[in-house]
């Protein structure tokens, strides 16, 4: 809910405000929150009433509401040196960030206990190469850290906005920023990041369990921001996946016509819509309760914008899987989390069986077709490029033309 935004502007304070004020406005009490708790502009007809019985500019009212359009940016622009001027004077004091304290150190990673910000702070900036961050929801899920998960919408995003900003600072120049949110807090953090980094993509990552919400479409994705500081990223290292084929008999899902032999043997490229994330729920390798992000994804965010030795920073460490994933790929990490570390400390003390399902990842990728679907595909007689190969070298009649 955006507190703050309509409702502050025009003084309704408490229940019995918003009915007088809908009262002789005659807009209904429930399209007014609609517009206050959204934080979006009133509709024309409305708008016309509420300039008009608050003897307010649109531009005024615009402005409390913090919707800067072109027109006003032109505006400000314009007079950058007045409005700064009188910016100055009122400039809001900082508030003091809470704390943060170092706990551990591992071959390649430093952990610390407290806020992100804080700790964010005391880094250096242009220190980054690649910043993957998973936030809180705001959907008021229970933490282990015992932090409030509800606030309003607008406090929210002024949060969101403060950590996006150091992220934005720390990052290197070439650096890779990704942010993994829902798709409408994404629309948020986009618009803060364009203004600041080069947009890359906006990945879909498939969600494998769909729960059905009335008037809605099934939500279906997660949202995975990736930008970079600057126009082109130091590292991009092509990640390529193996051919989608049929699970039980092996064959070919799609008709790939006579451009079989020009597939790739090294895999098909991978594209901004990912299906292959598997749910942390029932794997082997899940460490606590909720919010766990599976190790493939941060297997194939870190392959794609590092190497060894670069430095890696997530500021809300939850169970650790982007710093577990880095010290076994090698990456130097910088880690943070709210409430306590010990799942962390124990996870990072005990690397093996991980090691191994990211090795096991690792030897899935990068190739047209896995072990096991190769031996599927010799079994079923399906094609393999080393059998279309020998097919070629046979004089080919078709091959005249
Ligand atoms: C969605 S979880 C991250 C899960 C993580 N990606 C994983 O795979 O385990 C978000 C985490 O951020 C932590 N957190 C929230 N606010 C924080 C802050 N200001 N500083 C550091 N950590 C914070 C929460 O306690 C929670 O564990």
Redesign the pocket.
Known sequence: MFENRLFKTLNIKTNDDLKIFSKESKITTAKLKYYNDQGILPFPVDLETILHMTDMSELELKINLGILDNSILDLLQLHSKEVSNILKKDQCEIKPTTKHDFVFETPYGKMYQ????SLMNTMENGSVDLIFA???FNLDKI???G?NDKISDEEYLRWTEEWVLKCVDLLKEGGSLFIWNLPKWNTYISDILNQRLTFKHWIAVDIKYRLPIKNKLYPSHYSLLYYTKGEKANTFNEQRLPLEICRKCGGDIRDYGGYKDKLNTLGINLTDVWYDIPPVRHSKYKT?DS???SMKLLERVISLSSNEGDLVF?????????YAVSEIMKRKWIG????SVDLINKRLNDLDSQKTYIDDIQRNKNTLFTDDMRKLRIKKGHWLPETLMKKNKLPDENKLF
């Open positions: 407290g806020d992100c910000i998973d936030p809180p933490y282990e850290s932090m606590r919010n766990e992000l997530d500021p809300f460490g939850g169970s650790g899987t982007t943070v989390e709210l409430g």
